[in-house]
């Protein structure tokens, strides 16, 4: 057996064993490898050190089922990036016990007792698929109102660059002689020309919002669906869900792990979008990229957006094949690496450059961001 087998072989037993164990010894190799060990034996001593009385939660949870939920969320984005698919199951249904997270699953009437917040929202997207159909229809109740909140303030939020054409259909508060629109005003008071004056009586003027004028753009959006991608597959909902309703963008949306599934046709209903999500699984990106491009039909005129940690559980050269393929049509590309509101960035560094250097653009940014970022290339 060769050291670094028997290295890890070690720390699995002392991960197995735990910090207590008689003849106490602690985890070996690199500053990353010790590091990864111990967030995972944490994860699994906020769950397991309750065996043993030291609930952190519990003092919380005498006050009712407010404080669980979003613990609970914390724990399990931690489960799902630290451990396989497999581990993430059965720690996931001990945990249900747990966190007192029974009655969330089961009761209609605690979940509507619950604040609709980001933290419950994950909560509830880890969990749809086991929780009862009067449960399920109260959890789409929260999905909305958060994601509806979300809209808002993004919209909000984005540049003028993005959001824009002169939008005949849209009055504009602000009534100056460059905004005024004349051939509605002209139209809309023919009715009151006074024949004898020979003269057009303008009882009401017209103004329309003026920003500026883009081509048909088609913007294709693919969100890894991985469990520690869960902010991402939100946020990213949310921005599709408004590139849906711009005049000057066609939006396709796509999802995927190891199999791709086309969300296009509920591009503008981030609730819908979100209820489809299967968090978890492996990632072949190289395959999502590839159905994407089948979506291309002007490549001059449409804009990728890859929203992933780069962690191509797939051959990475077949990725980069494609995607310099893409490229070198005219297309562009946007590798997201964060779509948060704090966009920290965590992604396979050597995979990214390797994508900057044929001419992609990888980085973390804000939804806000990504908005004026898309707007200034629509724009170009």
Known sequence: MSTDNSQETLNKWRLILGRNAEGHIDFSGTEQETSLYQNMENTLDFLYDMEHGDD?????????YGASAPQAAQWLEKVRRLFPKRTVEIL??????????????TDKKVLSKMEPNMDLLKTVLQFKQIMKSDVLAEARR?????????????????KKSLLGKLNRNMPSNVKSVRNL?????????????????????????????????????????????SGSMLDSVIYSAV???????????????????????????YADDPVEVLMGVQLGGGTDINKAV????????????????????????GWAKNLLRTCADIIGSGSKMVFLTALDRDANPAYNVQLGQQLVDMGAFV???????????????IGM
């Open 56 to 64: 952190v939660m519990r003092a919380e949870r005498e006050g009712g």
């Open 92 to 105: 996931e249904k001990q945990a249900l016990e747990h966190f007192g997270l029974t009655e969330l699953l």
């Open 142 to 158: 929260i999905i909305r109102q958060v994601v509806e909140e979300l809209t808002e303030k993004l919209k909000k939020e984005l």
């Open 181 to 225: 629109d004349i051939k509605k005003t002209i139209r809309r008071n023919l009715k009151n020309y006074d024949r004898e004056e020979k003269r057009l009586v303008l009882k009401n003027v017209y103004f329309s919002s003026r920003t500026k004028s883009y081509h048909k753009w088609r913007v294709i959006i693919a969100v890894d669906e």
């Open 239 to 265: 921005m599709a869900g408004i590139f849906a309703k711009l005049p000057m963008v066609e939006t396709k949306l796509v999802i995927f792990d190891t199999s791709v599934v086309d969300l296009s046709g």
């Open 290 to 313: 590839s159905y994407c491009e089948t979506l291309c039909t002007n490549p001059y005129e449409t804009i990728y957006v890859v929203v992933t940690d780069l962690y191509e559980g």
């Open 363 to 377: 980085g973390a940014m804000t939804p806000e961001q990504l908005g004026d970022h898309i707007g200034k290339m």
